[in-house]
């Protein structure tokens, strides 16, 4: 009986033996990974510092003069604020415009891609890497970079932002939409190609209405994101209500109330379309997981 149990309890131990020094193993590499990182941090840190106009150091000091300043200032004319959100509400709604428009056209554009992108489905299989990578080519330029370009052929204004925030929303949705694509139940696709139906039919069909709560819940999420990035592009002159913030701004001391108003408006939005798309997304998500 002893010489059947020793070598369970042998083996048992050795078994032990390989988990500890497996686990032993990784937490020296993840080490070494901290190490690593830490040091390409710290060493992107002196260098930045270095070539920085000004020191991280000496400048810290004077981080909330700044919002002092436009918080005094608007406190002294705390009066004349209602009058500027008035004023500025249209900028607002530019913005908020220009957001919806982009993730309007770039998640209808995303949608196209996934499909074209996603094993199993794409209509042409062959091609599946290229449209990749041309949705990690669309991701991998940054709105401003964009806005910038088309700025100088086009001229200031909404539609150079709105192209650029469409066509980078296009790639990030892209991608998130194939991924829901790949856990979605094939078999009314395949019901649907017995019968004769077309390859948009049986996306439409067959694909869309299991996935369509998850789509909705991703654009809603990147709604949120371009209204953020809109505003941002008005400062290289793109519009909205980044635009207006930006000459409030350079105008220095005597329009910091203006600003704080912007910030304000912008502030308010942010948080409410947070908090909308938030309940909508819970909501959506939660009805897909009760399906």
Same mark, same amino acid.
């Given at each position: 009986?002893?010489?059947?149990?020793?070598?369970?309890?042998?083996?048992?131990?050795?078994?032990?033996?390989?988990?500890?020094?497996?686990?032993?193993?990784?937490?020296?590499?993840?080490?070494?990974?901290?190490?690593?990182?830490?040091?390409?941090?710290?060493?992107?840190?002196?260098?930045?510092?270095?070539?920085?106009?000004?020191?991280?150091?000496?400048?810290?000091?004077?981080?909330?003069?700044?919002?002092?300043?436009?918080?005094?200032?608007?406190?002294?004319?705390?009066?004349?604020?209602?009058?500027?959100?008035?004023?500025?509400?249209?900028?607002?709604?530019?913005?908020?415009?220009?957001?919806?428009?982009?993730?309007?056209?770039?998640?209808?554009?995303?949608?196209?891609?996934?499909?074209?992108?996603?094993?199993?489905?794409?209509?042409?299989?062959?091609?599946?890497?290229?449209?990749?990578?041309?949705?990690?080519?669309? @991701?991998?330029?940054?709105? *401003?970079?964009?806005?910038?370009? %088309?700025? !100088? =052929?086009?001229? /200031? $204004?909404?539609?150079?932002?709105?192209?650029?925030?469409?066509?980078?929303?296009?790639?990030?949705?892209?991608?998130?939409?194939?991924?829901?694509?790949?856990?979605?139940?094939?078999?009314?696709?395949?019901?649907?190609?017995?019968?004769?139906?077309?390859?948009?039919?049986?996306?439409?069909?067959?694909?869309?209405?299991?996935?369509?709560?998850?789509?909705?819940?991703?654009?809603?999420? @990147?709604?949120?994101?371009? *209204?953020?990035?809109?505003?941002? %592009?008005? !400062? =290289?002159?793109? /519009? $909205?209500?980044?635009?207006?913030?930006?000459?409030?701004?350079?105008?220095?001391?005597?329009?910091?109330?203006?600003?704080?108003?912007?910030?304000?408006?912008?502030?308010?939005?942010?948080?409410?379309?947070?908090?909308?798309?938030?309940?909508?997304?819970?909501?959506?998500?939660?009805?897909?997981?009760?399906?």
């Amino acid at each position: 009986m002893a010489d059947m149990i020793s070598p369970a309890v042998s083996g048992g131990l050795d078994i032990r033996a390989r988990y500890m020094a497996l686990a032993q193993r990784k937490r020296m590499y993840s080490g070494l990974t901290l190490i690593v990182f830490l040091a390409l941090m710290a060493s992107g840190f002196v260098i930045a510092n270095d070539r920085n106009a000004g020191g991280f150091w000496e400048g810290l000091p004077n981080i909330f003069a700044f919002p002092a300043q436009v918080v005094s200032e608007a406190g002294e004319k705390a009066a004349l604020l209602p009058g500027h959100l008035v004023a500025f509400l249209p900028a607002l709604l530019e913005t908020i415009n220009i957001a919806a428009v982009s993730t309007l056209l770039g998640g209808v554009l995303g949608l196209v891609l996934s499909l074209l992108s996603t094993r199993g489905l794409a209509r042409f299989p062959r091609l599946i890497p290229l449209f990749r990578r041309i949705m990690d080519v669309m @991701r991998a330029i940054p709105e *401003i970079v964009i806005a910038l370009v %088309l700025i !100088f =052929v086009m001229g /200031g $204004g909404p539609v150079p932002a709105m192209i650029a925030i469409a066509f980078h929303t296009a790639g990030a949705l892209g991608k998130l939409f194939s991924e829901v694509n790949e856990n979605a139940d094939l078999k009314p696709v395949e019901g649907l190609q017995s019968v004769g139906a077309s390859w948009a039919q049986r996306m439409m069909l067959g694909i869309i209405p299991q996935v369509a709560p998850n789509y909705i819940s991703y654009a809603l999420l @990147r709604f949120e994101i371009n *209204i953020r990035a809109s505003a941002i %592009l008005g !400062f =290289v002159g793109a /519009g $909205g209500i980044g635009y207006e913030l930006k000459n409030a701004m350079s105008w220095g001391q005597g329009k910091f109330d203006e600003a704080a108003a912007i910030f304000i408006l912008l502030f308010g939005a942010i948080v409410f379309f947070d908090q909308i798309s938030s309940h909508y997304r819970n909501r959506l998500t939660g009805g897909a997981h009760d399906v």
